[in-house]
């Protein structure tokens, strides 16, 4: 089997975990919230996903970016989030990450100094974690945005938009 065959029957999860990465439990929410809402769209679900923290074991990454020495750990950061966010879209998939058709939309909320401008550069380690598990799809539309404040002082918090095949 060649290796592209190969990637379009594996798992997103499988993907993910021959590169040393593994789907957190999804937190419960730690507010008024759902993980995610889901809706109708044809023959599929759009799915949208709550806020998503970089929360390891529970406890956030905190930081806050103020100059390209802070680059490597608030990448780590978004790579988090991203993981985070993954677990509750598979949550929507009814454990099935395979249902998923397309990531759509990445939104990047990166705690920083007012003098920061890299956010694109710390967002690309979230979009370089989509590519891991679904490297078929096109990269999703995405906003990275420099924010003052994040809960419990959080480098990252990631959203994420995907249309998602009903079961």
Do not use: K
């Amino acid at each position: 089997m060649t290796g592209q065959a190969v990637a379009l029957t594996e798992s997103p999860e499988s993907r993910l975990a021959a590169v040393g990465l593994a789907l957190p439990p999804v937190s419960a929410p730690r507010g008024n919230y759902a993980p995610f809402c889901a809706i109708p769209a044809g023959e599929a679900q759009w799915v949208s996903i709550s806020g998503q923290v970089c929360r390891l074991d529970g406890v956030a990454m905190a930081g806050e970016c103020r100059t390209d020495d802070d680059l490597p750990l608030a990448r780590q950061a978004a790579e988090v989030s991203m993981l985070n966010a993954l677990a509750a879209l598979r949550l929507a998939c009814d454990g099935d990450l395979s249902r998923v058709i397309q990531v759509v939309r990445l939104r990047g909320f990166i705690r920083a100094a007012s003098t920061f401008t890299r956010h694109p550069a710390v967002l690309d380690a979230a979009s370089a974690l989509l590519r891991v598990a679904f490297p078929d799809q096109p990269l999703p539309a995405r906003s990275a945005l420099g924010v003052a404040s994040l809960p419990d002082c959080a480098w990252t918090e990631i959203e994420i938009d995907a249309l998602v095949a009903r079961a």
